[in-house]
């Protein structure tokens, strides 16, 4: 039973270009959730979804950033007009339940130059 | 609010050590659970325990055990006889789960830990 599969590991983007990352939950999880890891900060939560739906944005920044959990297809986290400050490892996680406990995937390391 | 307090930003001991990994947390939720995850230097975040506010029992998972603590809002986790392979951040975290809780996870600083050979 494979984890979570996130994809790229790595990113690099220039200023101003998009950038999507992708999160493939576990067989059976339909719970989703996206967190971001600055340099030197803790982790922090961005955004919950279930499946066509967002739960929970709270801790989406109000601009450029966006996410989606299609019917059919991985979760996307999208950041648009990316700057210095979006570079971060972004962890999304799995969970078959709300509370059952989290498998996160690998990360995607986030780089803007 | 809620909120997670790992007060030790680095710990570097030497292997065969114990030591211990201190959390404190903040929550007006009587139902909630509280979370140990392990970030090794290859950057993943592993999954160590999940304990839920009714259960203070202390669990012992092999030379790793968690002694949970209402009283105080603790939460501390204990590494026996410590080995190099131990060496990485570890973050408390906690989820409310009163009602309208989401299971987001709201996680402590973390606590870097070094094990010397």
């Known amino acids: 039973n494979a984890g979570v599969m996130q994809n790229p590991r790595h990113l690099v983007r220039r200023r101003g270009q998009e950038a999507r990352l992708r999160c493939s939950p576990m067989?059976?999880?339909?719970?989703v959730y996206w967190y971001r890891q600055l340099p030197e900060e803790g982790l922090k939560f961005m955004v919950y979804?279930?499946?066509?739906?967002?739960?929970?944005e709270s801790g989406m920044p109000k601009e450029r950033f966006s996410a989606e959990f299609p019917k059919e297809g991985p979760s996307i986290l999208r950041i648009q007009q990316v700057v210095r400050g979006d570079s971060a490892a972004y962890f999304c996680?799995?969970?078959?339940?709300?509370?059952?406990?989290?498998?996160f995937g690998s990360g995607t390391r986030l780089t803007v130059v | 609010a809620q909120k997670v307090t790992q007060a030790q930003t680095e710990i570097s001991v030497v292997e065969k050590e114990d030591v211990t990994l201190d959390c404190v947390y903040e929550?007006?939720?009587?139902?909630?659970?509280l979370f140990w995850y392990k970030q090794p230097p290859s950057g993943e975040l592993v999954f160590l325990i999940r304990?839920?506010?009714?259960?203070?029992q202390n669990e012992i998972s092999g030379r790793y055990s968690w002694n949970f603590q209402k009283s105080t809002s603790s939460f501390n986790f204990t590494i026996t006889a410590s080995q190099v392979v131990d060496s990485a951040v570890y973050f408390c975290?906690?989820?409310?789960?009163?009602?309208?809780?989401?299971?987001?996870?709201?996680f402590g600083q973390g606590t870097t830990l070094q094990v010397k050979p």
């Open positions: 996680a799995s969970s078959p339940q709300v509370d059952y406990g989290y498998t």
């Open positions: 067989k059976g999880h339909s719970h």
């Open positions: 979804l279930q499946k066509e739906n967002i739960i929970d």
């Open positions: 929550t007006r939720d009587t139902t909630y659970y």
């Open positions: 304990r839920n506010s009714f259960d203070e």
């Open positions: 975290a906690l989820s409310e789960g009163d009602s309208g809780n989401t299971g987001k996870l709201i």
